[in-house]
């Protein structure tokens, strides 16, 4: 009996980021441009594990996904018990540069959904010339929150049952019910205020309205991809990112929500795909 | 809301999901009132409003065009989920958040129970 193996492979990665020493997991697969993919608040980079496994893009794509620290098998920092995790832009953008650091990336592209997506356009602010290029994924300069964040870490609520069933409606109607669970899944396995964490950054420490005109796109090119069911990260939202930044392409994506690549990753890969091969050129 | 409470209490992984729940909510359709009794997880008993003077423990309000819109088979981008109606503006929650959110796929599930299985005007809406 053959082993149904996956092309995909998981290491671990031992770096430091603002003075601190992180152990984290990572996936790849593929050859080719580098294509580095940020998960959701709360979640870990399983949710990218159908590009991983897309020979459309791995063969011309060395796709890597890797967890936050704090989430999936990626372990938080020795002394975590004594602090409160909370995610800054700061912080954010010292792990993801240090990764491409590590991995020796040369001029990845990258790609983030949900704050990932709001990372990327930091990045592609203040580190244009190290890029390729950049994918939002449910992104926007900024958004008006929806729900209290104090509900998800508190000692008489599962913060992973409420994590999950608070974003269960996120995800389109139209999704699979395979991949719908198994997005949720993520959330429901996450650690002790580690999305509220996350959402520190969202809510807190993202508003990037006032500088977001400043991207050079001819030096970093931006692609915005939205989910129509999106209603944390509205469509509008994106568009009106978009038409704040002269150059960037928007895509309204039917039939989807806030998890594009796992909640549906037959129809992600239709507005995917083409995005890549017009960035490969 | 007869027919809620069949749906409800058939679905035993509802039922089991629910089995710590056991208060009194509103749920406020336009200007209909419904108070839901729930039981260890069944939907016990559905009681027309106004009631004078009875206590519940949180309220949802939802517009009646938002509610028919929430119970198409597939409703269309906002009227698929009681925050993102919440965020539109188009409903509501008063009250005890608490059991709410500690059961929230449990309510989310109830409320979803009302959707229809099959509707000629979806497309169109």
Wanted: with cysteine.
């Amino acid at each position: 009996m053959v082993a149904r193996l996956e092309e995909a492979t998981g290491r671990y990665v031992n770096l430091m980021v603002q003075g601190r020493l992180y152990r984290i997991y990572f996936e790849e697969a593929g050859r080719g441009i580098p294509l580095l993919c940020l998960h959701t608040a709360g979640a870990e980079g399983s949710q990218y594990r159908h590009l991983l496994n897309d020979p459309d893009i791995t063969r011309n794509y060395r796709v890597i996904a890797f967890d936050m620290p704090w989430h999936g098998k990626s372990l938080p920092p020795v002394g975590y018990h004594l602090e409160e995790y909370r995610l800054t832009t700061d912080l954010y953008v010292a792990t993801i540069m240090a990764v491409c650091q590590e991995l020796e990336l040369e001029q990845p592209v990258i790609m983030g959904c949900s704050m990932g997506g709001r990372i990327v356009l930091q990045l592609a602010l203040a580190h244009a010339p190290e890029l390729r290029a950049v994918i939002g994924l449910e992104s926007a300069d900024h958004q008006e929150p929806w729900y209290d964040t104090d509900w998800l870490h508190l000692p008489d609520i599962h913060g992973g049952e409420v994590s999950a069933a608070l974003v269960s409606g996120l995800v389109a109607p139209q999704s699979p019910d395979e991949y719908r669970w198994e997005t949720l899944w993520g959330y429901q396995q996450g650690g002790p205020g580690v999305f509220k964490g996350d959402l520190h950054f969202y809510r807190a420490d993202s508003d990037y309205r006032d500088r977001i005109g400043n991207i050079d796109t001819t030096q970093c090119p931006v692609y915005l991809l939205t989910g129509e069911y999106d209603y944390s990260c509205t469509p509008e939202d994106t568009l009106r990112t978009a038409a704040r930044i002269k150059g960037a392409e928007a895509t309204i994506m039917e039939g989807l929500g806030h998890f594009p690549m796992s909640e549906d990753p037959q129809q992600f890969r239709r507005y995917i795909i083409p995005i890549l091969d017009k960035i490969r050129g | 809301m007869e027919e809620l409470a069949d749906r409800v209490n058939e679905n035993p992984g509802l039922v089991r999901r629910g089995r710590f729940v056991s208060l009194e909510w509103l749920l406020q359709i336009g200007a209909e009132d419904h108070y839901l009794t729930i039981e260890n997880g069944r939907l016990a008993a559905v009681t027309p409003g106004p009631v004078l003077m009875r206590s519940s423990r949180f309220t949802i309000h939802i517009e009646e065009d938002a509610w028919q819109r929430f119970c198409r088979p597939v409703p269309r981008p906002g009227y698929y989920d009681l925050f993102g109606m919440c965020k539109l503006g188009v409903a509501r929650i008063d009250g005890d958040f608490h059991p709410l959110i500690a059961n929230l796929r449990y309510f989310r599930e109830m409320l979803a129970m009302a959707r229809l299985e099959t509707d000629e005007a979806t497309h169109g809406s």
